[in-house]
């Protein structure tokens, strides 16, 4: 998760749940309802911690997270 919020997040102050969610679906959540179910609550938790990150610090250390 974190490599893919890096490459597409990075270079931005945003952090907007919705369109994450929405960029996430297709390439890393799935392309169907059960595959994204699976996955969706460990990704909530994850997008959970980087928020608190961002909220924290206004930027999200993305070299001190990778364990996420």
Known sequence: MI???ESKYSNTNEFNFSKIIESMK???LGSDIDE???LYDNTV???SELYFEFKDYGTVNYKG???I
């Open 3 to 5: 490599y893919f919020l």
């Open 26 to 28: 297709g390439e890393l």
């Open 36 to 38: 994204i179910d699976l």
């Open 45 to 47: 938790i994850a997008l």
């Open 65 to 67: 997270l990778k364990h």
